[in-house]
């Protein structure tokens, strides 16, 4: 029987499983069968700390090749054109400034899951942008599959990010694997590695 957002999954549900009735929507959907919720997660707030460093590091190149020719145009012998270079510098600041401001809001957007089976994050606004987890930590994102990585966590005791993997050469201002923001992190960490019976260790990085 192939199970749907409103019926139940057919295996017994363990002590402290979340109703299907009770989850957050965007998760419902993707529930598969003899699969039960066992924590999830909507996101909140923005998580500067955990943007992509190597898109960081890409924006921080471009913005020195776009500097050395703006001040190749503003050392000239005719300073009435000077306004041309002020508007591209102000176009590129402002252009820079609303994608990383856009961006940010990717961990509001977020909502998550751990089933028996696996660990699946959610983009509420783009549902094909999701990742999981799978048993024994191998991960999938984007069509392709990674190895098993330790659990990083940053941020504090009380709320941080939960990084469950990482992918190399991804594009995204957020690369996938993190969860955002999440309540007393290292005990939700340490529910992941016992449910997904996952082998690589914990390390925290909190504050």
Same mark, same amino acid.
């Given at each position: 029987?192939? !199970?749907?957002?409103?019926?139940?999954?057919?295996?017994?549900?363990?002590? #402290?499983?979340?109703?299907?009735?009770?989850?957050?929507?965007? /998760?419902? #959907?993707? /529930?598969?069968?003899?699969?039960?919720?066992?924590?999830?997660?909507?996101?909140?707030?923005?998580?500067?700390?955990?943007?992509?460093?190597?898109?960081?590091?890409?924006?921080?190149?471009? +913005?020195?090749?776009? #500097?050395?020719?703006?001040?190749?145009?503003?050392?000239?012998?005719?300073?009435?054109?000077?306004?041309? +270079?002020?508007?591209?510098?102000?176009?590129?600041? #402002?252009? =820079?400034?609303? &994608? =990383?401001?856009?961006?940010? +809001?990717?961990?509001?957007?977020? =909502?998550?899951?751990?089933?028996?089976?696996? /660990?699946?994050?959610?983009?509420?606004?783009?549902?094909?942008?999701?990742?999981?987890?799978?048993?024994?930590?191998?991960?999938?994102?984007?069509?392709?599959?990674? +190895?098993?990585?330790?659990?990083?966590?940053?941020?504090?005791?009380?709320?941080?990010?939960?990084?469950?993997?990482?992918?190399?050469?991804?594009?995204?201002?957020?690369?996938?694997?993190? /969860? &955002?923001?999440?309540?007393?992190?290292?005990?939700?960490?340490?529910?992941?590695?016992? !449910?997904?019976?996952?082998?690589?260790?914990?390390?925290?990085?909190?504050?």
């Amino acid at each position: 029987m192939t !199970t749907t957002p409103d019926t139940p999954p057919d295996a017994t549900p363990p002590r #402290g499983a979340i109703p299907v009735e009770k989850l957050i929507p965007g /998760l419902r #959907g993707q /529930l598969q069968k003899d699969e039960h919720v066992l924590w999830q997660s909507r996101g909140s707030g923005r998580a500067f700390s955990a943007f992509n460093r190597a898109l960081l590091l890409r924006f921080g190149l471009l +913005a020195i090749g776009a #500097g050395l020719l703006i001040y190749l145009m503003l050392d000239n012998r005719n300073p009435a054109y000077n306004w041309v +270079a002020w508007l591209l510098v102000a176009l590129l600041v #402002g252009r =820079v400034a609303l &994608f =990383v401001w856009q961006s940010s +809001a990717t961990p509001s957007r977020q =909502v998550a899951m751990l089933t028996t089976h696996r /660990l699946l994050s959610v983009d509420v606004l783009r549902p094909m942008t999701n990742w999981q987890v799978d048993m024994r930590g191998e991960s999938r994102a984007d069509g392709k599959h990674f +190895a098993p990585q330790p659990l990083v966590i940053t941020g504090t005791k009380d709320r941080g990010h939960i990084r469950l993997n990482h992918a190399p050469q991804n594009t995204r201002a957020y690369p996938p694997f993190i /969860l &955002f923001n999440v309540e007393r992190p290292l005990g939700t960490a340490e529910l992941i590695k016992k !449910t997904l019976r996952i082998e690589q260790p914990i390390e925290d990085r909190t504050k």
